[in-house]
């Protein structure tokens, strides 16, 4: 092919979204019909162009993973409120000296047993942030993102393991979600890589297009939500299978009574079978290697 014909015929949307800044000033130039309907929000934002913002947002975060050459994850879900070992102590020990001052005050001792609770689950993000090195190093090497780390973006257990995957040095990928009260991304998502979602729908296909496995830690209403639409679709056979973790069994089976599902016919006992528990950031890790047949002293390299 000539180098003729390999140029564009057509401008580009760049080249007129300049051109269009350059137009002379008249009434109707300032009309809002006569902007670029790409150049235009109260077109866009308006609710007929739904179905066009869904695809964008399918779009931008698909070719951004493209461009950064994303070939398959590992989504770890679990609580925003899970602190870090030091600041649990520390929200501990100021607890316990305002309870010193007012020993009688019900709200403050209630206040000291959800601290003492807080630094008990603070495990949980120690673990999941040793994990998240573990995968990081074992499986971003030679210039390959593979089972690169994403998350929620947002703090607790999602800080956890972006936090982990940067301590590694490696790439790790934040799908972060417009809330009512605010919610910055993390510090540890690699900043290319750091998404925002108008769409809760979109939001969860991009958890799971590339994943290779799911580690669901401690959480509330939002780490219950994504991990049963991820059971379904592995149940229904929607997605391939791939290793659910859920980590920490004594959580998991207080909160939900899966065998009861089983007893009461709504599920089979095979489906038992979708998902492991572990305890340990190394016995999580040895369920993914296996699966993907990463080689036996994966893990131990990865330390």
Known sequence: MSSVNK?????SAQ?????????VVTVQTESPAYRLAFMDDDFIL??????????????????????????????????ARLQDRETADEQLRRTAEAVKENPADPDLNSSLSRARRAVNNSRYYEEARKLAA???????????????????????????ANRGADEAGAKSIGLNIVLPHEQAPN??????????????????????????????????????DELFEALTLIQTHKIKPMP???????FWQRIINFEALVEEGTISAHDLHIFNYVETAEEAWSHIARYDELNSEAWQEAR
Do not use: W
């Open 7 to 11: 140029k564009k015929i057509f401008p």
């Open 15 to 23: 080249d007129d979204a300049a051109a269009s800044q350059r137009t």
């Open 244 to 250: 659910v973790l859920l980590f920490g069994r004594d």
């Open 46 to 79: 308006q609710p007929e162009l739904r179905p066009v913002r869904l695809q964008l947002e399918l779009l931008k975060p698909e070719l951004l993973m493209q461009k950064n050459s994303i070939e398959s994850t590992v989504v770890i879900f679990g609580s």
């Open 187 to 224: 510090e540890y998502i690699t900043p290319e890589l750091c998404f925002q979602f108008h769409y809760f729908a979109i939001r969860k296909m991009h958890f799971l297009i590339r994943a290779r496995a799911l580690v669901a830690f401690p959480g509330g209403f939002g780490t219950l």
């Open 134 to 160: 573990i995968i990081s190093r074992r499986c971003q090497k030679g210039g390959r993102n593979t089972h690169v780390i994403v998350t929620g973006g947002g703090p607790g257990v999602m800080e956890a």
